[in-house]
C-alpha cells in the first residue's frame, strides 16, 4: 500500500514545513490552554508537583536485575516514573506559564539525557525480547544505540516538550535544547536511518508485531516536530511508511488482532498513530484512511467489545484494557464508521470522568496525552450499539450476541503474538458481566517471552475452556491449528485435534458451537488413535456450586452427562495485573470421563 503511493508521489512537496505541523496547540497560544476546563486544569498542576520533589534514579544493578533474576520492574519502575513526572511538569508549565515548573523540566530533560540508554534492560539488544539468553546483554553499550519501543517514546516525549517549550528553555540557555535534540539523533534518528537489522524494521525477518507501528509513531512524530531539512524530512517519515507495509502485511485482511484487544493501543492505534501524523502534516493530502484493509484494522475494538470497560480477552489481554478512547474515535471519524467513533467516545468520556489530567494510564505517551486535553469530542452517554454476529474469518476470532447473553470462541493456531495455547476456547458473559473466562494477563517477567513461557498458569492450556486429552495439553506453535473452521450467526465449528501433541492420539476433535435464544450448546465429539480418558475445563469468575448433571455459578447454569466426574477448584489471584481484572479468586471446573477410544459430550450453557 504504502509503497506503491510512494513510488509515485513526492512527500518533499506534500508535507508542510516544520514550522507548519501543529498537532495540538502550541503553549503561546493562550486561549487554546484556557479553555480546558477548570478540573483539568487542576488535575494538571498537581501532576506537575510531582516532578518537584526530584527525579528517582536509575542505576546499573536495577538494569542488571532483569538478567541476573528475571526482574523487568527494577528497571523499568523509576525509568517510567522519571518520564511521567517530567510530562507533569511541562503540561504543568504550559498551564501556569509562569515558570514555577520549568526547573523541574530542566532536571527531567537533563536526567534523561543524562542517561546511558533509553532502552528498557528486557529489551537491550537487536533481537526480539526472549529470543536471546537473558545475559547476553546484561548492560547497554553506549557506543552502538538500538531503537526500542520505548526509546522512540522518549524521543516523542522529549519532541513535544521542545514543541510546547524550547523558547523558555532557550531563555535559561541554548544548551538544553541543543542538548535534547542531539540525544534524539543520536540515539533515534540516526540509528534509523542507517540501520536495516533492527528485527522490527521487517527486513532481516517478517515476524513483526505491534513493535512496527508503535516505534514508527514515534519516530514519525520526532521528525516531523524536529527536522527542519525538508528532504530529510520527507526521506524519514518515507522509510518508515515503507516498513510500515511490512506491519500490514502479516495483520489478516480481517483486521483482527492476534495480541487481543489490550494490545490495540499499541498496535492499530498506533498505526492510526502514524497515518494521523502523516496525515495532518500534508494538511490532507497524504490519506489512507478508505483504504479497506485500514478500515478493518480500526473497527478490531469494536468488534472485540464485549460490554462496558469489558472486550475479548484472547492472547495477554486484559479482559478490561485501558483502551485510548479518543484514538478510537478518530479512528472512526477519519474511516465514517459512526459506530467506532460512539464507542472512542464513550471510552474517551468514561475516562474523563476519573482522569481529568488525560495522564498515560500504561506507559508515558506524552503525545496522545496532548491529544487527549484537546480533543473535539462530543458528550456521548450511551454505550455503543453492536452487531449480533461478529466475524474474523483470517483471525479465527466469532462473537454471538443473544438476549443478554455474549459468547465468543476462537480457533487460529498457537504461535500466535502474546499467544496462549487456547485453540478451540471460548468465553461467556451474561448482561454484560464474565462468566465463563479467559485468565488474560499477568505482570510481565522475563519468563514471559522466554523458552519457559508455558509453565506461566495464564498461558497454559490446561486453564483454558478446551478439553485435556489423556491428561495431555495442547502445544505451542504455528502447526498447532483449527482446521474446517466455520462460523454463521447459529455458531461455529472447528477440528482442534491438531493443537494437541503426537502422542495424546486425537485423530480428531470436532468443537461445535451452537448460540440460540435459550442458550449455548457446546459438543465435542472425538476420535483417539488409543483409549484415553478427557477432561473438560471451564474457567470460571464465580463459585460453582455443583449437583448431580449441572454447576451453577454467577449468572449461568452449565448442565452435563451426570456420569462425568466434576471437580471445582478455587484459584485465588495473586498477580498484581490480574487481580486489575479479576479481584479475589476464579475457579477451574473440570469434567472427566473416562478412557475410551471415542468420545462425545454435550454441555448446555443457559441462564440460571
Known amino acids: 500500500m504504502f509503497d506503491a503511493y510512494l513510488d509515485q508521489h513526492d512527500l518533499t512537496e506534500l508535507l508542510v514545513p516544520r514550522e507548519g505541523y501543529r498537532p495540538f496547540p502550541r503553549r503561546q497560544e493562550r486561549e487554546k490552554w484556557k479553555s480546558l476546563s477548570k478540573e483539568r486544569r487542576e488535575a494538571l498542576l498537581a501532576w506537575g508537583e510531582e516532578a518537584k520533589a526530584g527525579y528517582p534514579m ?62 528498557l534492560s528486557a529489551h537491550n539488544g537487536s533481537d526480539h525480547p526472549g529470543a536471546r539468553p537473558m545475559n547476553k546483554r546484561p548492560l547497554p553499550d553506549v557506543t552502538n544505540p538500538y531503537v526500542d519501543l520505548f526509546a522512540a517514546q522518549t524521543a516523542a516525549a522529549l519532541a513535544d516538550i521542545l514543541y510546547l517549550l524550547a523558547d523558555k528553555l532557550d531563555a ?293 475452556n478446551i478439553p485435556l486429552v489423556g491428561g495431555m495439553e495442547q502445544c505451542a506453535g504455528r502447526k498447532r491449528c483449527a482446521r474446517n473452521v466455520c462460523a454463521d450467526i447459529n455458531g461455529a465449528r472447528m477440528d482442534i485435534a491438531g493443537a494437541y501433541p503426537e502422542e495424546a492420539g486425537a485423530v480428531s476433535l470436532a468443537r461445535t458451537f451452537t448460540v440460540r435464544d435459550e442458550g449455548i450448546r457446546l459438543t465435542d465429539e472425538a476420535a483417539l488413535a488409543s483409549a484415553q480418558e478427557m477432561t473438560w475445563v471451564f474457567m470460571l469468575r464465580s463459585r460453582p456450586s455443583i449437583a448431580e448433571g449441572q454447576a451453577c455459578f454467577g449468572r449461568l447454569t452449565l448442565a452435563y452427562d451426570p456420569a462425568l466426574e466434576a471437580k471445582a477448584e478455587e484459584m485465588p489471584v495473586t498477580d498484581a495485573r490480574m487481580a486489575r481484572n479479576f479481584p479475589g479468586s476464579i475457579w477451574r471446573l473440570t469434567l472427566r470421563a473416562p478412557a475410551a477410544i471415542a468420545h462425545k459430550q454435550t454441555f448446555w450453557i443457559t441462564r440460571s
Not at 538478567?67 to 501556569?96: D, M, N, W
Not at 490495540?264 to 498505526?271: E, K, P, Q
Not at 462496558?308 to 486484559?318: E, H, P, R, T
Request: negative net charge; contains cysteine; aromatic residues 10%.
Open 172 to 464: 535559561v540557555s541554548p544548551l538544553i535544547v541543543r542538548r535534547v535534540r542531539g540525544e534524539i539523533e543520536r540515539r533515534i534518528l540516526h540509528p534509523f536511518l542507517t540501520h536495516d537489522d533492527f528485527w522490527w524494521m521487517g527486513m532481516i525477518r517478517h515476524d513483526v508485531c505491534n513493535w512496527t507501528p508503535w516505534i514508527l509513531s514515534n519516530v514519525i512524530d520526532v521528525t516531523l516536530l524536529l527536522e527542519n531539512d525538508r528532504i530529510r524530512r520527507a526521506e524519514l517519515v518515507e522509510r518508515a511508511l515503507r516498513m510500515l507495509d511490512r506491519y500490514l502485511a502479516v495483520m489478516p485482511q480481517d483486521g483482527g488482532c492476534d495480541e487481543g484487544a489490550g494490545y490495540f493501543n499499541m498496535a492499530g492505534a498506533s498505526l492510526l498513530d502514524c497515518l494521523e501524523s502523516v496525515y495532518l502534516a500534508s494538511e490532507g493530502r497524504v490519506s489512507f484512511y478508505q483504504e479497506p484493509h485500514i478500515r478493518a484494522i480500526g473497527a478490531f475494538p469494536l468488534k472485540a467489545h464485549v460490554a462496558g470497560a469489558y472486550f475479548l480477552n484472547f492472547a495477554d489481554c486484559d479482559v478490561m484494557p485501558r483502551l485510548d478512547g479518543e484514538r478510537i474515535h478518530r479512528f472512526g471519524v477519519r474511516t465514517g464508521s459512526e459506530a467506532l467513533a460512539a464507542l472512542g467516545a464513550w471510552l474517551h468520556n468514561q475516562e474523563v470522568q476519573v482522569n481529568p489530567s488525560a495522564r498515560p494510564l500504561d506507559t508515558p505517551q506524552m503525545h496522545r496525552t496532548l491529544l487527549k486535553l484537546f480533543a473535539d469530542i462530543p458528550a456521548q452517554a450511551d454505550a455503543p450499539r453492536h452487531e449480533a454476529f461478529e466475524n474474523l474469518p483470517d483471525l479465527q476470532v466469532f462473537a454471538w450476541r443473544r438476549d443478554g447473553l455474549f459468547a465468543a470462541i476462537k480457533g487460529g493456531h498457537n504461535g500466535e503474538n502474546h499467544n496462549h495455547n487456547d485453540v478451540g476456547s471460548f468465553v461467556v458473559y451474561a448482561d454484560g458481566e464474565p462468566q465463563i473466562i479467559d485468565m488474560g494477563n499477568k505482570v510481565y517477567t522475563a519468563i514471559t517471552f522466554g523458552p519457559n513461557r508455558y509453565t506461566l498458569d495464564n498461558t497454559r492450556a490446561r486453564n483454558h
Open 58 to 119: 536509575l542505576t546499573a544493578t536495577q538494569f542488571l536485575a532483569f538478567s541476573r533474576s528475571g526482574s523487568r520492574a527494577a528497571y523499568e519502575t523509576p525509568y517510567f516514573e522519571r518520564r511521567h513526572k517530567l510530562i507533569g511538569a511541562a503540561l504543568a508549565e504550559c498551564v501556569a506559564d509562569d515558570g514555577s515548573y520549568l526547573d523541574a523540566v530542566i532536571d527531567g530533560l537533563w536526567c534523561i539525557c543524562e542517561e546511558t540508554t533509553w532502552v
